[in-house]
């Protein structure tokens, strides 16, 4: 089983950027998801969930109004659109997917099962 982020890179202030995750070895669709981030210096942070019932989504506050999370169940993959993005955005990002418990009632780092390696975001003019 492996998830495999791509989309990262450099982007300036206000600007926007797509996350892909692609999962290979296990269906995806039967796995709530989710995204985390950790800056330089700092604890990783989780950023949105989706559950794999009936889609519902979290996101912590700081990145409400400005990241969906999203899935394509045929292509096996998860997405993290990234908009009006800020330099306190810049943090290499990880996908991960997990059981129910991963993503109710908010974003539940110790049920997360499978993390991808991270895609590096950096936010600068």
């Known amino acids: 089983a492996q998830l495999v982020e791509s989309g990262g890179g450099l982007v300036q202030p206000g600007g926007s950027l797509r996350l892909s995750c692609a999962a290979s070895?296990?269906?995806?669709?039967?796995?709530?998801v989710g995204w985390y981030r950790q800056a330089p210096g700092k604890e990783r942070e989780g950023v949105s969930c989706?559950?794999?019932?009936?889609?519902?989504?979290y996101y912590v506050d700081s990145v409400k109004g400005r990241f969906t999370i999203s899935r394509d169940n045929a292509k096996n993959t998860v997405y993290l659109q990234m908009n009006s993005l800020k330099p306190e955005d810049t943090a290499i990002y990880y996908c991960?997917?997990?059981?129910?418990?991963?993503?109710?009632?908010?974003?539940?780092?110790?049920?997360?099962?499978?993390w991808g390696r991270g895609a590096q975001v950096t936010v600068s003019s």
């Open positions: 991960a997917a997990g059981g129910p418990h991963a993503c109710r009632q908010g974003i539940n780092y110790d049920y997360f099962d499978y």
């Open positions: 070895g296990f269906t995806l669709g039967y796995y709530a």
């Open positions: 989706m559950t794999s019932s009936d889609s519902t989504t």
